[in-house]
């Protein structure tokens, strides 16, 4: 992933990305053959890596063992960025966002492992709710057939990249103008954009 020196994330910034951010998209490439899959991923920081699961008939189950290349890319917010919400003159069109990508290794899970991928990510998105569902509310028939049905991995991360292009190369007006444009705007990405942008300004 390309990345100018003045929008690059460090590893800290990208793993904090990551706390917020969990589906991603996994790539592998294998003798030429790319396949892609939407995967909800947990994060794990202290140990370097990433778990997921993937239904069993899909192909990309035989591509993670022997892929030649593996990519998980995660894309945060992004927005549109007019000209003319600029101070300055001769702008042209760009778009703000962020994402970070990260290469590894792969290793597929046995039950036990993919049983865990499984229970572990519902108890951290269960957690916002008052009355959390738990896996312990299946039986023992529908969890042996939901295994049946999936594979969970492991991503062991040999390198993370984060891209966040929040209009840090242009001067404090400029970047006030497009945090106003954002605002101005209708749609909630926008409007996290300018967040985004705001707290940068507020960190400087």
């Given at each position: ?26 790539i592998t490439s294998t ?56 101070q300055s003159t001769e702008q042209v069109p ?111």
């Amino acid at each position: 992933m390309y990345s100018r020196p003045s929008f690059k994330m460090t590893e800290q910034q990208c793993f904090k990305f990551l706390g917020s951010h969990f589906l991603g998209q996994l790539i592998t490439s294998t003798n030429g053959y790319i396949i892609q899959t939407y995967v909800p991923f947990i994060i794990d920081k202290e140990n370097s890596c990433l778990y997921g699961h993937i239904a069993k008939q899909n192909k990309q189950v035989e591509a993670l063992n022997a892929a030649d290349d593996l990519i998980v890319t995660f894309l945060g917010e992004d927005a549109y960025i007019s000209p003319s919400w600029y101070q300055s003159t001769e702008q042209v069109p760009t778009w703000n966002y962020q994402a970070v990508e990260i290469k590894g290794k792969a290793q597929l899970l046995d039950q036990q492992g993919t049983l865990f991928v499984v229970d572990r990510l519902s108890q951290i998105h269960e957690s916002q709710f008052t009355d959390p569902w738990l896996i312990g509310k299946l039986s023992e028939n529908k969890i042996n057939a939901m295994l049946k049905a999936i594979v969970g991995f492991r991503i062991e991360i040999t390198e993370i990249k984060g891209h966040s292009k929040m209009s840090q190369n242009k001067d404090v007006q400029d970047i006030q103008g497009v945090i106003d444009g954002l605002l101005s705007q209708q749609d909630s990405a926008s409007h996290r954009v300018a967040e985004i942008m705001q707290k940068g300004k507020t960190n400087e």
